[in-house]
């Protein structure tokens, strides 16, 4: 699968748009990958499996990112981050979305930081 919007994301915003049905997210967590995470969103986790609260800007333009820094402290284990997805809950829950990250390397017992803006998801707009 392609970094992107998952099935259960698309379904609900399409009902909310067409079927008049309500959809929001109490709070959105980013989890961190070492490879695409796949349809489901659970392939190629990162040893640090922790999921960070992630808050984010109004959308504008047909895109949405995060408006804080999301920060991991004394993380787990010594790899390159090339992935991330973002989910509904702290554990379990629905996968929303993924993306890519720019190959950042940590190692284990390291603060890693991904800044404001760092985490986006669009739709493309009509012209």
Do not use: C
């Not at 603060?111 to 760092?118: H, L, R």
């Amino acid at each position: 699968m392609a970094e992107g919007l998952s099935a259960y994301t698309a379904n609900a915003v399409l009902n909310a748009a067409g079927n008049n049905t309500s959809f929001a997210v109490a709070q959105a967590y980013v989890q961190l990958h070492v490879g695409a995470p796949g349809s489901a969103g659970t392939a190629n986790t990162a040893t640090e499996t922790t999921r960070k609260a992630v808050s984010f800007a109004a959308a504008s333009a047909g895109s949405i990112a995060s408006d804080a820094d999301v920060t991991w402290t004394s993380i787990a284990g010594s790899q390159d981050a090339t992935h991330f997805t973002v989910w509904d809950a702290s554990s379990a829950g629905n996968f929303l979305w993924s993306g890519t990250i720019t190959a950042n390397g940590y190692i284990a017992g390291d603060t890693y930081v991904f800044p404001s803006g760092a985490f986006t998801a669009s739709f493309a707009l009509a012209s």
